[in-house]
C-alpha cells in the first residue's frame, strides 16, 4: 500500500493493544461532545491494514478535535502512523473503527461518491509532492477542484485567477508547473487548495522538496492564511516547521502521544 | 447533521468531454498510433464492402441496362442449356404469342410486348461491309428496353405496316460502316437498301455483347424483305414490360399461364380466357413439359449478385478481424495511459472527482480516439472509392447507410475497448494512486 512503514507490526493474537507500553502518555480523554464549531472531531479512531496473515495497526484509537481558526501541527516519524492520521483527516481513507466528523459531516459510512465531494467541498489539499499537472496551466490546475464542483467556466476561471492573486502569483496564472519555481509551484497547489473556500487546509510536508528560502514563503503564506482565519493542519516530522503552528499533536506508534501549545505546555486532545 | 449538503455536484458532459479532450490532444504520438488501428480497420471494411457493393450495382447496372421491370420469354427450356426441342414447330414462341399477351384482358399487368426476332446480317454501304445483329422488332422495343435515340427516329406503327425498308442502327454499327451521317443514309441489307432513320444513343456495353452495335427493323420488313420469317412467325424472345415494379411477380404469372394455355392446347384458345382460369390451367400444367421460360430481370440479378456477395462477406470477415485488433489495441493503449496517469487519477479524485466521472473519463477518451479513427477510417476510404476506380477498374460503392455504420462501429469498439480500463481507473484508490513514485 505504501512505500513507508506504517507502525509496528503486531500479530493477531496478541493485538487487543491494552498493555501498550505508550498508553501512559497517550490524550485518552475523550473528545467533548461535538460543538458547532469543531471543524476535527475523531473519536476512537483506528486504522489496521491487513497484509496477508499480519495484521497492521497504522492507528489505535485517536481522538481528536480541531477547532474552526486553529493552526495544528501534526508530528511523528516515518512510520509513526501519521500519514495514515493525514489519510483519514482528509477522507482519502476511512478508519477501520471509530468516528470522524468533518466541519459537522459524519463520514464514516459515506459512498466513495460522497467522500469525493466532501474533499471537494471541505478540503483543500497541499502535497509534498505539489501534485500539479504539468501539461495544466497555473490557474487551470488552481481550477480543477472547481470543475468537480460544477462551478461554470467564467466562474471558475475568475475565483482561480483571484486565488492566485492571493498567493502572489497573479503575473504567472498561464505558466506551466515545469516553467515555475518550486516555491511558486507550491504556492499554486496552495491557491488550488484555496479555491474551493474549503473548512480545513490539509498541508502534508509541504516544505519538504523545497530549498530554506521557498520553505519560508510557504511556512510565512501558511501563517497569513491562518491569520486571515483559516483553518489548517500541517503534517510534518520537522518539528522546526511543526513550530509555526500554535498547537502540535505528536503521533507515534498509531497512537497520539501529546499535545503541546506554542509555549511547551501539554494541552488535552481537544482540550 | 448537514448530509444534504453533500449532494454530488453535477459535472456537465461537455466538461468531461473537454477533460478528455485534453487528454487525447496533450498525448498526441500515443493518441495517433491508438487511432492507427480503428483508422486501418475502418478503412479496409469500408472499402472491401464498397467494392463488393460496387461489383454488385455494376451487374446490376448492366442486367438493369436491358430495360426497366423486363420479363423475358424465352423459347425452349433454360435449363437445358439452350438446346431447344421442337425448334420452327407449334410450340415455339410466335408472333401469335406476343399478340396474345399484348391483350389486356389476358395479361392486365403487362403494359408493353415487344417481340424480337434476332438473325445475324452483312450491312454494306458503298465499300464497307459488317456483319452485325440484326433486330426485328415492334416500336414498342425502344420503350420496355430503355434505348433512346441519339439522332432521327425510331420504328414507326406506319412502318409496321407498310413493312418499310427503313433500318434504325447502333452507334458501333454506324462507325464500323463508316457512314458520316447516320440519318439518311443508304444501307443494304439482303440485297435490299434500306434507309438509316434513326441511330440509338449509346447503352454503354452491357456485359460480353456490344449492345450498340445492331440494326433495327420491323418486322414485317424482316418477314416480307428478308425472308427470315418462319411459316408461324416464330420470334426468338418477347420482351415484356411490367406495368410497375411491384406488378411484375403478377405480370409473370399472367404471362406464365397465358402462355402455357396457348401452348398445351394449340395456338388459338386465347380470347375470353379470364386470369383466373389462366392460372388454373397454369397451375395445372406440369413446369416440365412447358417450353418456354421467364427470367425476370430480378432473379437474373440475384444470380449474378450471390457469388460477389458472399466474397464480400467474407472480405469484410476478414477485415472486421482488423478492425477487432484494433480494438484490442485501443484497450492495451487506455490501460497503459491509466498506469501512466495513477497520480493524475489520484489528484483529480483527491481533489474530489467521483468515481463515476473518472470512468466516464476515460471511457469518453477511449471513445474520442475510436470515433477519430472511425473518422480517418472512412475518409480514407472515400479516397480510396475515389482512387481504386481508375486503378483496378472496379467500381467502389460507398452508400451512406455503410458509412454510419462504420462509425458506429468505431464507437462501439471504443465503449468495449474502454470499459475496462475506465472502471479500472474509476477503482484506484486516491492514497494508493498520489502515492505511486
Not at chain 1, 460522497?114 to 501534485?131: E, K, P
Not at chain 2, 500515443?30 to 455494376?58: D, E, F, H, N, P
Not at chain 2, 468495449?416 to 474509476?426: D, L, N, W
Request: proline content about 4%.
Amino acid at each position: 500500500m505504501s512505500d513507508e512503514p506504517l507502525g509496528p507490526f503486531t500479530w493477531v493474537d496478541d493485538a487487543d493493544g491494552t498493555d501498550d507500553p505508550a498508553t501512559g502518555d497517550v490524550a485518552t480523554t475523550p473528545a467533548p461532545p461535538v460543538a458547532g464549531h469543531a471543524v476535527v472531531a475523531l473519536e476512537g479512531i483506528s486504522k489496521t491494514y491487513a497484509t496477508g496473515a499480519a495484521e497492521v495497526h497504522a492507528l489505535r484509537d485517536v481522538s481528536l478535535r480541531i477547532d474552526r481558526g486553529e493552526y495544528v501541527a501534526v508530528i511523528g516519524p516515518s512510520g509513526s502512523g501519521k500519514s495514515t492520521l493525514m489519510n483519514i483527516l482528509g477522507c482519502l481513507d476511512v478508519a477501520t473503527s471509530g468516528r470522524y466528523e468533518l466541519d459537522g459531516v459524519d463520514v464514516e459510512d459515506l459512498s466513495e461518491t460522497d467522500l469525493a465531494a466532501v474533499r471537494n467541498t471541505r478540503i483543500g489539499f497541499v502535497f509534498q509532492q505539489f501534485n500539479l499537472l504539468s501539461t495544466l496551466s497555473a490557474w487551470r490546475n488552481v481550477e480543477l477542484p472547481l470543475v468537480y464542483a460544477g462551478v461554470p467556466r467564467a466562474e471558475r476561471r475568475e475565483r482561480a485567477h483571484a486565488a492566485l492573486d492571493r498567493v502572489g502569483l497573479a503575473g504567472r496564472v498561464d505558466h506551466r508547473p515545469s516553467e515555475l519555481s518550486g516555491g511558486q509551484q507550491q504556492r499554486v497547489a496552495i491557491a488550488r487548495a484555496l479555491v474551493t473556500d474549503p473548512a480545513l487546509i490539509l498541508a502534508d510536508e509541504p516544505t519538504g522538496n523545497l530549498d530554506s528560502r521557498s520553505s519560508e514563503d510557504v511556512m510565512a503564506l501558511l501563517d497569513e492564511l491562518h491569520a486571515s482565519g483559516r483553518t489548517i493542519v500541517l503534517i510534518t516530522h520537522d518539528l522546526e516547521v511543526a513550530a509555526a503552528a500554535e498547537r502540535s499533536v505528536t503521533v507515534r506508534d498509531g497512537v497520539v502521544l501529546t499535545a503541546h501549545d506554542q509555549q511547551g505546555e501539554p494541552v488535552g486532545a481537544g482540550a | 447533521m448537514s448530509v444534504p449538503a453533500l449532494r454530488t455536484p453535477r459535472v456537465r458532459p461537455g466538461e468531461t468531454l473537454a477533460i478528455a479532450l485534453e487528454s487525447v490532444r496533450t498525448h498526441r504520438m500515443r493518441s495517433l498510433l491508438t487511432v492507427l488501428g480503428i483508422w486501418i480497420g475502418i478503412a479496409s471494411v469500408t472499402l472491401t464492402v464498397g467494392l463488393g457493393q460496387g461489383a454488385q450495382q455494376k451487374v446490376a447496372d448492366q442486367i438493369n441496362s436491358l430495360g426497366s421491370n423486363l420479363l423475358v420469354v424465352s423459347p425452349g427450356s433454360s435449363t437445358t442449356g439452350g438446346v431447344r426441342a421442337g425448334r420452327g414447330t407449334a410450340t415455339t414462341l410466335t408472333l401469335a404469342d406476343a399478340q396474345a399477351l399484348a391483350d389486356p384482358t389476358v395479361a392486365p399487368d403487362v403494359a408493353h410486348v415487344a417481340p424480337v426476332r434476332t438473325t445475324s446480317g452483312v450491312l454494306t454501304s458503298g465499300s464497307t461491309t459488317w456483319t452485325t445483329s440484326v433486330t426485328a422488332t415492334t416500336p414498342e422495343w425502344l420503350g420496355v428496353r430503355a434505348r433512346s435515340l441519339a439522332e432521327g427516329r425510331f420504328l414507326t406503327a406506319q412502318d409496321e405496316t407498310t413493312a418499310a425498308h427503313v433500318l434504325v442502327l447502333g452507334g458501333t454499327t454506324v462507325s464500323e460502316l463508316g457512314l458520316r451521317t447516320g440519318v439518311g443514309s443508304t444501307v443494304t441489307l439482303g440485297g435490299t437498301a434500306f434507309t438509316v432513320v434513326g441511330v440509338l444513343a449509346d447503352s454503354g456495353s452491357s456485359g460480353s455483347t456490344d449492345e450498340d452495335d445492331l440494326a433495327v427493323t420491323p418486322l414485317s420488313t424482316a418477314e416480307a424483305v428478308l425472308g427470315t420469317a418462319g411459316s408461324n412467325g416464330s420470334v426468338s424472345s418477347i420482351y415484356l414490360q411490367g406495368a410497375s415494379g411491384d406488378r411484375l411477380s403478377a405480370a409473370y404469372q399472367e404471362a406464365y399461364a397465358a402462355l402455357a394455355t396457348r401452348h398445351d392446347t394449340g395456338a388459338t384458345t386465347t380470347a375470353g380466357a379470364t386470369t383466373g382460369t389462366a392460372r388454373a390451367a397454369a397451375a395445372a400444367a406440369s413446369t416440365s413439359s412447358v417450353d418456354f421460360s421467364i427470367t425476370s430481370q430480378q432473379s437474373l440479378v440475384q444470380a449474378a449478385t450471390s457469388t460477389s456477395k458472399t466474397l464480400t462477406v467474407l472480405l469484410a470477415g476478414i477485415a472486421g478481424i482488423s478492425l477487432l485488433v484494433g480494438g484490442i489495441g485501443v484497450m492495451n493503449i487506455m490501460l497503459v495511459s491509466v498506469s501512466e496517469r495513477i497520480r493524475e487519477i489520484g489528484l483529480r479524485k483527491a481533489l474530489g472527482a467521483p468515481p463515476a466521472l473518472i470512468r466516464r473519463q476515460f471511457l469518453a477518451e477511449a471513445c474520442l480516439l475510436a470515433l477519430a479513427g472511425g473518422v480517418l477510417g472512412l475518409g480514407t476510404g472515400y479516397l480510396g472509392a475515389l482512387l481504386l476506380p481508375s486503378l483496378i477498374d472496379q467500381p467502389v460503392t460507398i452508400s451512406l447507410p455503410a458509412s454510419l455504420g462504420a462509425l458506429g462501429v468505431a464507437l462501439a469498439v471504443g465503449v468495449v475497448a474502454g470499459v475496462y480500463p475506465a472502471s479500472r481507473a474509476a477503482r484506484l484508490a486516491p492514497i494508493d494512486a498520489l502515492r505511486s513514485d
